[in-house]
């Protein structure tokens, strides 16, 4: 699995997309977004734009076990992203200690190479208020423990990445 991590618009999808089209592999697309407003909508079409029709492309905003369990050899997993699935979760008062545990065993049992894309939220200023801050804070044990799990990690800057772990 590589993980790869960095702010909002840093270039991080695209890194992720860009190693999963050049690993020479069947690209695989797992969005977690759900559409919540016209922004995210918008977000979601640029996405999907970028994609040719090489991709197979999949959707699941809560429990990704079951396609990743359909993954296998000769394919190439981006999931896009974790910050996404979190949210999902938090909007719907799920037990976040569970659906990471999840989250971690079924990218671990998947047959086919993965990379993870998530979003660094700790470098900014202390949210205002609790809920922002719980947020950041279960975004730091996610990003965590996927890069732990992680053989590579890369944190992806104005585009240029970094690995932190592993090589490329």
């Known amino acids: 699995?590589?993980?790869?991590?960095?702010?909002?618009?840093?270039?991080?999808?695209?890194?992720?997309?860009?190693?999963?089209?050049?690993?020479?592999?069947?690209?695989?697309?797992?969005?977690?977004?759900?559409?919540?407003?016209a922004e995210i909508k918008n977000r979601v079409q640029v996405h999907r734009d970028r994609r040719d029709t090489a991709w197979t492309n999949c959707e699941a905003t809560h429990d990704l076990a079951p396609v990743l369990s359909k993954r296998r050899a000769?394919?190439?997993?981006?999931?896009?992203?974790?910050?996404?699935?979190?949210?999902?979760?938090?909007?719907?008062?799920?037990?976040?200690?569970?659906?990471?545990?999840?989250?971690?065993?079924?990218?671990?049992?998947?047959?086919?190479?993965?990379?993870?894309?998530?979003?660094?939220?700790?470098q900014g200023i202390v949210p205002a208020d609790a809920d922002t801050r719980a947020f950041r804070e279960a975004q730091g044990r996610l990003n965590i423990a996927l890069a732990a799990q992680a053989d590579t990690a890369v944190q992806v800057v104005a585009g240029l990445p970094n690995v932190l772990k592993g090589s490329l």
């Open 1 to 37: 699995m590589t993980f790869v991590l960095g702010g909002a618009a840093s270039g991080k999808s695209v890194f992720g997309e860009n190693l999963i089209v050049n690993s020479g592999l069947i690209p695989v697309y797992l969005a977690t977004a759900r559409i919540w407003d």
């Open 74 to 122: 000769g394919e190439a997993v981006l999931v896009d992203c974790a910050t996404m699935w979190l949210t999902n979760h938090v909007m719907d008062d799920t037990d976040l200690a569970q659906a990471q545990a999840d989250l971690l065993t079924a990218l671990a049992n998947c047959a086919a190479p993965i990379v993870v894309v998530s979003n660094e939220l700790g």
